[in-house]
Nanobody, 119 residues
């Protein structure tokens, strides 16, 4: 069955770094655009970063530009989010999302991983 499993979250001090991973299975990963979203307590889920199926295109929320980098390895069916210069406002549950780049609507979500930035 379809699975998106995030990992790499945890507690980090302000200014620190984390690398999130999202391992995909059960679907043709290379045909899906991938993205990372986050949801902080009491707030709506928001897009953090996205990458096309080939990896040739990316986009970022203004709040993370220059600090976060999204990448993917289609051979490993995995998408990554490198997060640097983390700040307390980056604290949230981070989710990965897969969207089929075809004519039908297929969307999958992971279960999320907690990132806490605190001293």
């Amino acid at each position: 069955q379809v699975q998106l499993v995030e990992s790499g979250g945890g507690l980090v001090q302000p200014g620190g770094s984390l690398r999130l991973s999202c391992a995909a299975s059960g679907f043709t990963f290379r045909r899906y655009a991938m993205s990372w979203y986050r949801q902080a307590p009491g707030k709506e889920r928001e897009l953090v970063a996205a990458i096309t199926s080939s990896g040739g295109g990316t986009n970022y929320a203004d709040s993370v530009k220059g600090r976060f980098t999204i990448s993917r390895d289609n051979a490993k069916n995995t998408v990554y989010l490198q997060m640097n210069s983390l700040q307390p406002e980056d604290t949230a549950v981070y989710y990965c999302k897969a969207v089929f780049e075809g004519s039908i609507s297929l969307i999958y979500w992971g279960q999320g991983t907690q990132v806490t930035v605190s001293s």
